[in-house]
Nanobody
Framework: QVQLVESGGGLVQAGGSLRLSCAAS????????MGWYRQAPGKQRELVAA???????NYGDSVKGRFTISRDKAKNTVLLQMNSLKPEDTAVYYC?????????WGQGTQVTVSS
């Protein structure tokens, strides 16, 4: 089992920045990828950003150029730096870990961007 603890959500004005952090614990060996998804009310959960074990990154189209994902393997942590935030970035953000083909999810952290 993998446990995920997220932090860093909150309320910010449009144009501002937030940084999300997710710490993984438990059976953390053989993690293939770590990342972030988000879900806004009435919408499907979507990929925000992910980083694989070899350092490759993938971003959702709507956040490219504004968000940056990074992973600290030594601390088993994944960070999401969010800049130039827009009201449409408002959502619950979920940390995700893929291990041996199985998904693990955090409890979610609310990000609200006011206009």
């Amino acid at each position: 089992q993998v446990q995920l603890v997220e932090s860093g959500g909150g309320l910010v004005q449009a144009g501002g920045s937030l940084r999300l952090s997710c710490a993984a614990s438990g059976s953390i060996f053989s993690i293939n990828a770590m990342g972030w998804y988000r879900q806004a009310p009435g919408k499907q959960r979507e990929l925000v950003a992910a980083v694989t074990s070899d350092g490759s990154t993938n971003y959702g189209d709507s956040v490219k150029g504004r968000f940056t994902i990074s992973r600290d393997k030594a601390k088993n942590t994944v960070l999401l730096q969010m800049n130039s935030l827009k009201p449409e970035d408002t959502a619950v953000y979920y940390c995700n870990v893929v291990k041996l083909g199985r998904d693990y999810w955090g409890q979610g952290t609310q990000v609200t961007v006011s206009s």
